[in-house]
């Protein structure tokens, strides 16, 4: 190495990733002596506004007010035996940001007696910012979740009110009504051929209108035969009331509560859409469970066309699987059928 060795020293710590400083500490005042060009890149000012005689600027002065006392007390009570302390601060940079620094610096005593700090620091902002990034995102995570819980919490509710009220209907008018139906059959049989014979029939008429219009209504809020006997059951027997053929592929296992009612409404709607718009001949249900997947299907061979956004009942059936963490697909070309998938991950098994 050739020049003077200063100039090659300045070089060399020009190359290192870091702001390379030497300060004095006592006696008073405070002073730069030396600092590389990298002052510049962490706090934006260049590094001749630090040193001299008469400097233009104090570093201690760019420090946050809030770290200010702890810089100083970290480098004030650090003892001077030339052992490595640290300290991580913010500063002020000059286009009015803050700047995160952490700073290895140790203490040192001159022959003359005055006390030196020789030191190194880095811009670490980048850091600072990726864990608040962090922290937010887990935060944002942690109230998607319980958004998540809470759909579910409300969905479920839903359910069990449903399953309540079928209860009250079934337990309550709907047995009533029979009582009454059973009563107009003996008193029909006793007016035959007095002149309140046809009122009875009339009334009876109404009576068993009536007790299908509100067993319909209990299976629309929510049917017994899928809280008693399952998916399968109740399935099939929407593919009985069924104005067309509905073939059905259901497994008889018990899937968990709200699975299977989700999956019941959405076959529900699916077959009322196929019987309403879909000038099919033939439908099909099928319910698959593989690979901690559930999977609710209804296919047709009819005119296709159909969205799940263009009515409320696919998009409630859709917001209904999200709330329990599935989702709701329909493939429906023009001229090409219509499949409606409900898909619904299930929980992980526990145990080994």
């Known amino acids: 190495m050739t020049g003077d060795r200063s100039v090659e020293l300045e070089s060399f710590l ?23 060009d990298e002052m510049s890149s962490i706090a934006g000012y260049p590094a001749s506004d ?20 702890r810089m100083r007390s970290t480098v ?23 700047a995160w620094v952490l700073s290895r610096f140790r203490k040192l005593v001159a022959d003359d ?11 670490v ?38 399953r309540r009220l079928e209860r009250d209907l079934h337990d309550g008018a709907q047995q009533s009504l029979l009582v009454a139906l059973l009563t107009l059959r003996r008193a029909k049989r006793e007016a035959e051929g007095t002149d309140a014979a046809p009122l009875v029939g009339q009334a009876m008429g109404h009576l068993e209108q009536g ?10 809020i929510h049917p017994s035969q899928l809280s008693e006997q399952g998916l399968a059951e109740a399935v099939e027997r929407l593919a009985e009331r069924a104005p067309l053929p509905v073939e059905v592929e259901v ?7 709200s699975l299977e009612t989700a999956f019941y409404f959405t076959v529900a709607e699916a077959l009322t859409n196929v019987a309403k718009y879909a000038n099919a001949t033939q439908a099909c249900v099928t319910v698959a469970v593989a690979d901690g ?51 619904v991950p299930l929980d992980p098994p526990v145990g080994p």
């Open 125 to 162: 902002t980048a850091r600072h910012d990726a864990e608040d990034l962090r922290i937010r995102l887990e935060a944002e995570h942690a109230r998607a979740e319980a958004v998540e819980e809470s759909r579910a919490r409300i969905v479920e509710a839903g359910d069990e009110a449903r």
């Open 211 to 220: 007790l299908a219009e509100l067993r319909e209504l209990a299976r629309g």
């Open 76 to 98: 004030r009570s650090a003892p001077a035996d030339g052992e490595i302390h640290e300290v991580e601060y913010r500063v002020q940079r000059a286009d009015g940001s803050d």
């Open 50 to 69: 630090f040193t001299g005689s008469a400097p233009k600027r104090s570093w201690p002065e760019l420090v946050h007010p809030d770290d200010r006392e």
């Open 113 to 123: 007696g005055s006390l030196w700090v020789h030191g190194a620091a880095l811009d």
């Open 14 to 36: 020009g190359t290192v990733p870091g702001m390379i400083y030497r300060s004095r500490l006592e006696p008073p005042p405070y002073t730069i002596e030396f600092v590389t």
């Open 293 to 343: 997947l559930a999977t609710a299907e209804v296919s047709d061979d009819g005119c296709g066309g159909a969205s799940a956004t263009a009515g409320s009942g696919l998009r409630g059936l859709a917001d209904r699987l999200e709330a329990i963490g599935g989702s709701l697909e329909v493939e429906s070309p023009e001229g090409g059928g219509t499949v409606v998938r409900a898909c």
């Open 251 to 257: 497994p008889e296992e018990r899937l968990p509560q």
